[in-house]
């Protein structure tokens, strides 16, 4: 059984090879329409959800001084894209999914969500939630059933398509934007901010969770991290950035030679501790690295 607090996504090593070309980045705000509430609202009105989510989205956008700054996001996702999928079009993985022979079952959209280690299942749930009646809501009995397993056992034969289908619902895609915001963007970023490493840390620690999720192992996001506090102090302690962060990717190259999926360490060697030797602590484009032995560029 494959514990639901340990997740990875490894596709690279399975996927067909798309488009690796290096293109530009647009700077837009991430997945939202950035609006107001309506002038003509009166007081006392009520405010529709859709508008209370744009104008919270907003505030938030506004607020941001990291890794969550809507263009440092958009680095952030075309960076694990490029490990997870071959490619800086990470708005072409909503429809993605397959079975990787990981253990994990189906591994599918933005951030691989799994149907062995819970995050499939919760954003299923959200989207019939938010959706009723919808193309994969049939399938949640099946999904709560082969939780912590790599079975297809009430999925198969046509969960795959139906799945391609949900994701040309907008609804859909906002459902995966949002889970994976609050299971692996946010609390990355909320822990980087916390021990005071700047944008750079936050995607390394972003990077880490969307790998290897979080738990007690030994190769989860807190273990890494504990482990690099066992060499380095983070700012918020008074140490040296960079010298925690090199302890953080030391920390981090470990845990991935422990799984057999992530033999290679580019996504770390020749892509975050590429920025980090430029001491190219805010992520400023154009970042320029290698993965898997493919070049990229943004800016």
Known sequence: MVPASHKHAARHKHAARRNTRPVRLTLVAFGVTLTTTPATAHAGAPTHPAVRHEVSATRKAAAATGLDNPAKKEIAMQLVSSAENSTLDWKGQYKYIEDIGDGRGYTAGIIGFCSGTGDMLDLVELYTRRKPGNVLAKYLPALREVNGTDSHDGL?????????????????????????????FDPAVDRGKADGIGTL???????????????????????????????????????????????????????????????????????QRVF???????????????????????G
């Open 156 to 184: 198969d034969p046509n969960f795959a398509e139906d799945w391609a289908t949900a994701a040309s619902d907008p609804a859909f895609k906002q459902a995966q934007n949002d889970e994976r915001d609050r299971v692996y």
């Open 201 to 271: 840390g936050q995607f390394d620690y972003y990077d880490a969770i969307v790998t290897h999720g979080d738990g007690s192992d030994s190769t989860s996001f807190s273990s890494i991290r504990k482990r690099a506090l066992a060499r380095a102090k983070p700012p918020s302690q008074g140490g040296d950035e960079v010298t925690y962060l090199n302890a953080f990717l030391d920390a981090r190259v470990w845990a991935l030679r422990q799984e057999g999926a992530h033999s290679d360490t580019s996504r770390v060697d020749t892509a």
């Open 276 to 298: 980090l030797k430029e001491r190219n602590l805010n992520l400023d484009p154009p970042p320029e690295w290698k993965v898997y032995g493919d070049s990229y560029h943004i």
